[in-house]
């Protein structure tokens, strides 16, 4: 007897192929909204900690890490800082988030131990520091990380490990979307990857997607 293996129409492996491509659609599209939700979450996390930062301020007339009657003031605060008016020493950008903690003005427990110089304080354990959505770690600093200046001032630094695509968006919801201008800028060290993530003066979208290591930094 012949046998006769039955082989798939046409009309069935252009149903299969439809239903892939529904599945692939679902899932980068699943993808992108998970990616829009973590821009966000980094959007209202700076827009928190600077809220944050300014209310500790106003209240103690003094900056977080840098204030030196802390352990007088704030239950819980394990240590003073200099009172120079400058976060700029490793002890108090550690310092900064367990004051703020301590105070009630962000959530989260910090030890307040110091951040460590090396990796030009981009990485800091999470700790010390909060994390941002992407795994990155902030930092409260007085110095001059972003990349359009030279003057020294107050920053909050957004924390590595943020996609070039991510951070342009942000860029683009809480400022100009230009990485050398405004109140939000890319990172001017190493670390920040500048080189890769920003490229021509805009963010190197294009170039240097999926790119996972850009840095960028608010102006306070």
């Avoid at 394990?78 to 976060?87: K, L, M, P, T």
């Avoid at 703020?100 to 110091?114: H, T, V």
């Amino acid at each position: 007897m012949n046998r006769y293996e039955r082989g798939f129409t046409l009309v069935e492996i252009a149903i299969v192929l439809v239903i892939i491509g529904l599945l692939l659609g679902g899932v980068l599209k699943g993808q992108e909204m998970i990616n829009n939700a973590k821009v966000r979450n980094l959007a209202d996390q700076g827009s928190a900690i600077k809220a944050a930062y300014f209310a500790f301020q106003d209240r103690y007339r003094a900056l977080p890490g840098d204030y030196r009657q802390a352990t007088t003031n704030i239950s819980g605060a394990i240590a003073n800082g200099g009172g120079n008016g400058q976060i700029n020493t490793r002890r108090e950008r550690g310092l900064a988030w367990q004051h703020l903690s301590a105070a009630g003005f962000i959530s989260g427990s910090y030890d307040g131990g110091a951040v460590n110089g090396n990796n030009g304080g981009w990485s800091c354990q999470p700790t010390r520091c909060p994390s941002n959505a992407f795994a990155g770690t902030l930092n409260l600093a007085f110095g001059s990380e972003a990349a359009g200046t030279t003057g020294q001032t107050h920053e909050l630094w957004a924390g590595l490990n943020v996609p070039v695509e991510a951070i342009a968006e942000l860029d683009r919801k809480v400022d100009d979307g230009v990485p050398g201008t405004g109140d939000f800028q890319n990172g001017q060290s190493s670390r920040a990857n500048p080189g890769t993530c920003v490229s021509g003066g805009a963010w190197a979208v294009t170039s240097a997607s999926p790119q996972g290591s850009c840095g960028g930094v608010y102006r306070l």
